[in-house]
């Protein structure tokens, strides 16, 4: 076996930058790496191509600490990846003027490489090795530029946006080469479509995701899915603020950790619920679960007008929630980037099954002008969910072209601001109060025969509410009708009239 020299070039050469792009302002000598492993990998390539697609999905050229070699594995890359040979012969064409290749030897370097490569069997723990090598030099040049920034004591840098930066960071180094997963074979796709339904059977055939804990709306929607962005729309006193609250509570407080029929550890019932609050402070949203739970009206609760026994029922609502996996955070105006951090961090620390974002519109973007910011928004929360493995839902205002209309039911139409968040939603939904707009229509006192038929529609309308599902990627759209309780924001499950008439006969 040929003995091959390692780099002995630049002793503090251009280090590879990854994913954090620090690298290179680490000394040299205090990097881990491994020549010999690149060595043992570039020959191989070199003398059997097809050992490329075996560790593509694992390397990239950033990933080698010696540039040469880097430079090698590209040429060699760009090669194969045109069904073109990639030898020592055809590289040396491409590589002739290499000044650091002409430090190790020039294209006998390269002749070298493939004449000391042992099996090819041993490939993918060269790559394994190579790729956590690469990941430990980006921790540590991390951990350097953390130390660098802290030390500058800058006002356009404040220390919570830094830690904010550096948790950022942090996650994408340690999400590298989860999402590149490539072609999946038939039968494992078929695999996991199989999982997925047995769940939805040992749920007793309902759905496959979360339950919302509104039946008419878990058999429309089968559940909340994961990797789902759900966008749920309304004008202002529709009552879109209560039902996110009301789905969110109903998931938190199902929550059950336990076996999942695959064999992993999760939620079988339930789960954990991030609330991002940008419109009301964390103690109105806890006012407005408390009065569902209490069933106590949330103005009395606001006011402290509560009778003695009402105060105790109260209290004793507030001690069973207070264990409930139900985090809220109120930060106004964040901007979708350190939302989607605080995501990460909560998933990590806690564990998050369902993310709800009350509003869209008050979160902000980079872009210079609104469209395009709110498409920045929309994408970002659309990313939040596949790359957390979540259902997110997002509440979203609506434009004033409704109320110009006769029949003010949404359409998809009116989605404000944007046509993005449509684009992006997996499932839209519009939350309509008839009830509402009837009530400002009351005729005067005088017209007797339009009054009556107010109140005939009036008591038709009252304490119902109607969930208009506008878009549905992998389901039905339709309408949804459900039951509201003014008093305590609630959201129900409507009795049918068959349902109505059995009881009425017990």
């Known amino acids: 076996m ?128 190579i790729y956590d090598l690469a990941i430990r030099r980006e921790l540590i040049a991390l951990g350097k530029s953390i130390a660098d920034e802290a030390r500058r004591v800058d006002v356009s840098s404040e220390p919570k946006e830094q830690i904010v930066k550096a948790e950022q960071a942090l996650y994408q180094l340690a999400e590298q080469g989860q999402t590149e997963q490539g072609f999946k074979s038939f039968l494992r796709a078929v695999t996991e479509a199989v999982n997925v339904t047995n769940e939805a059977y040992q749920r007793g055939g309902g759905m496959a995701g979360i339950s919302t804990g509104l039946n008419d709306l878990d058999k429309q929607l089968g559940g909340l899915h994961p990797s789902d962005l759900l966008i749920l729309a309304g004008r202002p006193s529709m009552g879109k603020t209560s039902l996110a609250t009301n789905i969110a509570f109903n998931v938190a407080k199902a929550y059950k950790r336990g076996l999942k029929p695959d064999g992993s550890e999760g939620a079988i019932d339930g789960g954990v619920v991030g609330f991002f609050s940008l419109e009301m402070s964390a103690e109105q949203l806890a006012g407005r679960i408390l009065a569902e739970a209490s069933e106590i009206s949330s103005h009395k609760i606001r006011q402290g007008d509560m009778s003695e026994e009402e105060f105790r029922r109260f209290v004793q609502a507030a001690k069973d929630l207070e264990s ?26 806690h564990g998050l099954d369902l993310l709800v974002i009350d509003y869209l519109q008050l979160c902000r973007g980079m872009a210079e002008n609104r469209v395009n910011e709110i498409a920045e928004i929309s994408m970002g929360m659309k990313a939040i969910a596949k790359e957390l493995n979540i259902p997110v839902i997002a509440l979203s205002q609506l434009s ?37 707009y009837k009530e400002r229509e009351k005729p005067g006192d005088h017209e007797l025969d339009k009054m009556e038929e107010w109140k005939q529609a009036m008591e038709r309308l009252h304490a119902k509410a109607e969930v208009i599902v506008g878009k549905q990627r992998h389901g039905p759209i339709g309408t949804v009708e459900l039951s509201f309780e003014a008093q305590f924001t609630r959201f129900g499950n409507l009795a049918k009239s068959w349902q109505q008439q059995q009881q009425d006969q017990y």
């Open 324 to 349: 409930c996996p139900l985090f809220i955070d109120d930060t106004p105006a964040i901007p979708i980037s350190q939302l989607a951090a605080r995501a990460r961090r909560l998933k990590r620390t």
């Open 2 to 129: 040929n003995e091959i020299t390692p780099f002995n070039g630049d002793p503090n050469p251009h280090l590879p930058q990854g994913q954090g792009g620090q690298a290179d302002q680490v000394q040299a000598s205090e990097l881990p790496h491994s020549v010999e492993a690149e060595q043992q990998l570039l020959g191989a390539i070199l003398t059997n191509n097809d050992v490329y697609d075996k560790v593509a999905s694992i390397i990239d050229a950033n990933h080698f600490y010696d540039p040469v070699h880097q430079r090698i594995y590209e040429v060699a890359k760009a090669r194969i990846s045109k069904n073109a040979l990639a030898s020592p012969v055809t590289l040396k064409a491409f590589m002739e003027d290499d000044q650091g290749l002409k430090e190790l030897g020039g294209p006998a370097y390269l002749a070298k490489l493939a004449s000391a490569s042992i099996s090819a069997f041993a490939v993918r723990d060269y790559a394994q090795m």
């Open 400 to 436: 004033r072209q409704v109320e110009s209309r006769e029949d003010k039911r949404p359409q998809l139409s009116d989605l404000r601001e944007s046509g993005s968040i449509e684009q992006d939603a997996d499932v839209v939904m519009f939350v309509f109060r008839e009830e509402y």
